[in-house]
């Protein structure tokens, strides 16, 4: 979920659950309780974690830099929680769909780092903020021959939505990137151990899904691999593992 610091109120947008739902998975919301035993007793029941995105950006201090003057607001709670929710998922190998600041959080927790503000940062660099219709494939993506997205996409290029002001600059450990805008924005990571699946994203499939095939097949597969930990984890009790 997120934090709105004004109410001290949890909330998430309606679109993540509808796609998850629409898809055959059960959407379940995590609270930002940053304490390890809360989010490992919460992680035990889930079958896969999908990470949204956020209008809040990552602590440069988790990889190592000061705030750019760029630099949005910054929620602990947010970070604190995601970083323990992805400790987790590591453990468990669960399946994870990471979005946007999902993204990007995945990445630093593995190490990597982060662009604090690609329009000052990258040159030559897209529009990334679009603005309204947030629905809208507003720039290309090259993707790569080989991974899940590519065994998704119709093609090695197609368009996204974008809706961010950060991006990753190193990527982290056993993380590929998979996908990149035309100004060398990475727009994709994926686990790089053939035996996961880790899928970041930095554009947003829950605004397009209705009406995008690329975007639905993300959810689909999502909730596929989800379903095919269960089923492993349903067989590994049966057996005593």
Request: proline fraction near 5%.
């Amino acid at each position: 979920m997120r934090l709105e610091l004004e109410t001290r109120r949890f909330y998430l947008g309606r679109d993540y659950s509808e796609a998850v739902e629409a898809s055959g998975g059960v959407p379940v919301h995590i609270p930002l309780i940053a304490d390890p035993e809360f989010v490992g007793r919460v992680i035990d029941g889930l079958d896969g974690v999908l990470l949204p995105g956020s209008d809040s950006d990552v602590d440069p201090g988790y990889y190592g830099e000061q705030p750019h003057p760029n630099l949005k607001r910054v929620v602990p709670e947010k970070d604190q929680t995601e970083m323990l929710v992805l400790e987790e998922a590591e453990k468990r190998e669960l399946p994870v769909l990471a979005i946007c600041y999902g993204m990007q959080a995945l990445n630093v927790s593995r190490g990597g780092s982060l662009i604090q503000d690609i329009s000052a940062q990258v040159e030559d660099n897209l529009k990334h903020e679009q603005g309204l219709p947030l629905d809208r494939n507003s720039h290309g993506i090259a993707i790569a021959k080989k991974g899940i997205l590519a065994g998704l996409a119709s093609s090695g290029e197609v368009k996204v939505n974008s809706h961010h002001h950060q991006a990753i600059r190193s990527v982290g450990s056993d993380l590929t990137a998979t996908a990149w805008a035309n100004d060398g924005v990475v727009e994709c990571i994926e686990d790089a151990r053939s035996d996961r699946f880790v899928l970041g994203v930095q554009w947003h499939p829950e605004l397009s899904w209705r009406k995008d095939g690329l975007s639905a097949a993300i959810f689909k597969q999502f909730v596929a691999a989800c379903a095919s930990w269960k089923e492993k984890r349903k067989t590994s009790l049966r057996a005593g593992g």
